[in-house]
């Protein structure tokens, strides 16, 4: 059983840059690839990024490439999120989740086997 908890979200500015973390207790952090999702008030939850078990391979969804970065160190059992140039469009409560796939890390949230409860990201215009 492994146990997310995210931290960093808060109110930014258009433009600005927010630093989330997740840090993960139980099982072996390594085994796991990361993902981070996103799901704003009355719609569905969406891939934002994921990143494999040893953080040698990245995927990002199209709305924030060149904009995040996805990254994770093993020894500390955490995986960052580093957003800029934040857009309104980019509100929404960010989770993070962890999966025992060995394969590339994937983009489907229900292959995903644990979620973290969340943290806000509110980006003002």
């Known amino acids: 059983q492994v146990q997310l908890v995210e931290s960093g979200g808060g109110l930014v500015q258009a433009g600005g840059s927010l630093r989330l973390s997740c840090a993960a207790s139980?099982?072996?952090?390594?085994?796991?690839?990361m993902g981070w999702f996103r799901q704003a008030p009355g719609k569905e939850r969406e891939f934002v990024a994921a990143?494999?078990?040893?953080?040698?391979?990245?995927r990002y969804a199209d709305p924030v490439k060149g904009r995040f970065t996805i990254s994770r160190v093993n020894p500390e059992k955490t995986v960052y999120l580093q957003m800029t140039d934040l857009k309104p469009e980019d509100s929404a409560i960010y989770f993070c989740?962890?999966?025992?796939?060995?394969?590339?890390?994937?983009?489907?949230?229900?292959?995903?086997?644990?979620w973290g409860q969340g943290t806000q990201v509110t980006v003002s215009s």
């Open positions: 989740a962890a999966d025992r796939t060995i394969f590339p890390p994937r983009i489907v949230a229900s292959e995903y086997d644990y």
């Open positions: 139980g099982g072996t952090f390594s085994s796991y690839a």
């Open positions: 990143i494999d078990r040893g953080g040698g391979s990245t």
